[in-house]
């Protein structure tokens, strides 16, 4: 069961930002997410009545702001950004 990421435009604009090894390393775990059977047992849910829920991945400093969809087995990754000011939109 391996689910397809898919990357906003903002996403993609984030990661070209960042500096290439964090950028890599957001990839891999990226790609390590997605292998996962339940990828949610691995992200932190952001509070909030919003539908869909949006998920929190840790990559070091940096979060990546994401919405699991398991009927259709997409992971949508919304934004990247550092810990200090990502949370201020979610």
């Known amino acids: 069961m391996i689910y397809s990421v898919r990357i906003t435009e903002r996403a993609k604009k984030d990661l070209t930002q960042l500096p290439k090894s964090t950028a890599k390393d957001i990839y891999e775990e990226l790609k390590a997410l997605a292998g996962e059977k339940t990828p ?8 909030g009545n919003r539908k869909p829920s949006f998920y929190s991945l840790r990559i070091g400093n940096y979060r990546v702001i ?3 969809v398991d009927n259709i087995m997409i992971i949508h990754v919304i934004e990247v950004g550092h810990r200090k000011n990502i949370y201020r939109k979610y």
């Open 66 to 68: 994401l919405n699991i």
């Open 40 to 47: 949610k047992k691995y992200v932190k849910k952001l509070k």
